[in-house]
């Protein structure tokens, strides 16, 4: 397939507007606290953090459809960070690769398979994932196949900035930067939270820029909450050649209500009716800014 012609079949399907993904993500986060709020369970914090970024690369960025899902030629996508399966899943479905109402309906239920990680049995999952430090290992393997076939997908990964502590992950970025990945594009959702506490007080990642570099990688930086940013990052990452890119994307745990925002307290927690109710005003106002932006 020619350059021209994926770029054909990623746009074709992905018309909206910055603006419009932006309103998008205001009204899947409200989507997800439906989720959550009605499971009793869910990683509500970091669904809030990485939900731009899952819009941006679904409905912008990644030749990923219900249409094409067994296409070998597909592009691939692996949420690391599998705890934020909830707003993974609220994209999918606004993606159309299943119904929203029977994933709300049945999440985290017996018998359900929309369980609290991803896993490959609901379309449009690729691998099952939330063993952290795993995505990037077999994102890695994934893009090396593509390029020995001279297959023209790309392959992405989001990873939580708490995993970068596993050392699998730089196992799989010192090997990505060996084989000059470029048809590999991993995102950190760099929200300075873990369930612990922060990552800094935690396991210090920082210089993180100067150490993906190290390891042979593009490192490109963006706000995680901007879609003309996160648009720009990923379009840069897509022109770079003979490296891997890393989207260092700089977000906010829980962004979307002061509930919730920058607390890690609710990496894992459930909104009273009280909070809840809170959180929906947030994001009502979030949505009419959005409009009027």
Same mark, same amino acid.
């Given at each position: 397939?020619?350059?021209?012609?994926?770029?054909?079949?990623?746009?074709?399907?992905?018309?909206?507007?910055?603006?419009?993904?932006?309103?998008?993500?205001?009204?899947?986060?409200?989507?997800?606290?439906?989720?959550?709020?009605?499971?009793?369970?869910?990683?509500?914090?970091?669904?809030?953090?990485?939900?731009?970024?899952?819009?941006?690369?679904?409905?912008?960025?990644?030749?990923?459809?219900p249409?094409?899902?067994?296409?070998p030629?597909?592009?691939?996508?692996?949420?690391?960070k599998?705890?934020?399966?909830?707003?993974?899943y609220?994209?999918?479905?606004?993606?159309?690769?299943?119904?929203?109402?029977?994933?709300?309906?049945s999440f985290? *239920?017996?018998?359900?398979? +929309?369980?609290g990680? =991803?896993?490959?049995? %609901?379309?449009?999952?690729?691998?099952?994932? @939330?063993s952290l430090?795993?995505?990037?290992?077999?994102?890695?393997?994934m893009?090396?196949?593509?390029?020995?076939?001279?297959?023209?997908?790309?392959?992405?990964?989001?990873?939580?900035?708490g995993e970068l502590?596993?050392?699998?992950?730089?196992?799989?970025?010192?090997?990505?930067?060996?084989?000059?990945?470029?048809?590999?594009?991993?995102?950190?959702?760099?929200?300075?939270?873990q369930?612990?506490?922060?990552?800094?007080?935690?396991?210090?990642?920082?210089?993180?820029?100067?150490?993906?570099?190290?390891?042979?990688?593009?490192?490109?930086?963006?706000d995680?909450?901007?879609?003309?940013?996160?648009d720009?990052?990923? *379009?840069?990452?897509?022109? +770079?050649?003979?490296? =891997?890119?890393?989207? %260092?994307?700089?977000?906010v745990?829980?962004? @979307?209500?002061?509930?919730?925002?920058?607390?890690?307290?609710?990496?894992?927690?459930?909104?009273?009716?009280?909070?809840?109710?809170?959180?929906?005003?947030?994001?009502?106002?979030?949505?009419?800014?959005?409009?009027?932006?």
């Amino acid at each position: 397939m020619a350059d021209h012609d994926r770029t054909d079949n990623v746009m074709k399907d992905h018309k909206m507007t910055n603006s419009e993904l932006a309103l998008l993500s205001c009204r899947l986060r409200e989507q997800t606290v439906d989720v959550i709020t009605g499971a009793k369970t869910g990683h509500i914090g970091g669904d809030m953090s990485v939900m731009d970024i899952l819009v941006m690369l679904y409905f912008r960025h990644m030749n990923i459809s219900p249409a094409n899902m067994d296409d070998p030629d597909r592009d691939k996508f692996v949420l690391s960070k599998g705890h934020s399966v909830e707003s993974y899943y609220t994209v999918l479905a606004e993606k159309g690769f299943f119904d929203f109402e029977a994933y709300k309906n049945s999440f985290s *239920r017996y018998g359900s398979e +929309f369980i609290g990680h =991803p896993h490959n049995t %609901i379309p449009g999952v690729e691998m099952n994932s @939330g063993s952290l430090g795993h995505g990037l290992p077999v994102c890695v393997g994934m893009a090396l196949a593509g390029k020995m076939d001279g297959a023209p997908y790309r392959v992405f990964t989001v990873m939580g900035d708490g995993e970068l502590a596993e050392g699998s992950v730089w196992e799989g970025a010192m090997a990505a930067g060996h084989y000059h990945l470029d048809n590999l594009c991993a995102v950190v959702d760099r929200n300075g939270l873990q369930i612990s506490g922060r990552t800094e007080d935690v396991m210090s990642h920082e210089p993180l820029a100067d150490r993906f570099a190290a390891f042979g990688w593009h490192v490109i930086e963006c706000d995680g909450h901007d879609m003309d940013s996160l648009d720009a990052a990923f *379009r840069e990452a897509e022109a +770079f050649r003979g490296m =891997p890119s890393v989207v %260092i994307a700089h977000t906010v745990k829980g962004c @979307g209500s002061s509930v919730m925002e920058d607390k890690a307290a609710w990496h894992h927690k459930v909104p009273n009716a009280e909070e809840a109710a809170q959180i929906r005003a947030d994001l009502e106002e979030r949505k009419e800014a959005c409009r009027h932006a």
